[in-house]
């Protein structure tokens, strides 16, 4: 990636007095008046930031803001359960939770997640 390139995905973090629902910072925990989220990219519970395209990062969250009006609600994907709760947009929640469902655990969906990681890593893109 250029230099310009970096750059511009720095700008993208919201500057001054963020806005509530506006991603505050990339890649570093969350603080006081933050909700940890994450992208739509398919990954399991230990997917490190930047593997196959997954990201995290936080988004400012001030007492008495509802997460839901921005279309935010709570992952039941897994994902560091050591860094507690943490929200993705409404269709990837979902889909989580139609998967679940329909394989009956959670371990079943990271396993199909997991082979699809590998079908895709076969793939010629080029």
């Known amino acids: 990636m ?7 995905r720095v700008h993208r973090v ?16 969350r603080r006081k008046g933050e909700i940890l989220c994450h992208n739509h990219v398919l990954h399991t519970a230990a997917t490190a930031n930047g593997v196959h395209g997954f990201r995290w990062f936080t988004v400012c969250a001030p007492a ?25 947009k409404a269709d990837h929640v979902q889909w989580w939770h139609e998967q679940i469902k329909e394989r009956g655990s ?17 793939t010629d893109v080029g």
Do not use: F
């Open 14 to 29: 919201a500057r001054g007095k963020p806005k509530p629902g506006h991603i505050v910072a990339h890649n570093r925990r």
């Open 2 to 8: 250029t230099k310009s390139r970096q750059r511009k």
């Open 64 to 88: 008495g803001w509802d997460p839901a009006s921005e279309e935010w609600e709570v992952c039941p994907c897994g994902w560091r359960p050591e860094l507690g709760k943490h929200y993705a």
């Open 106 to 122: 959670l371990q079943a969906v990271y396993r199909e997640v997991r082979r699809r990681q590998r079908e895709y890593r076969n």
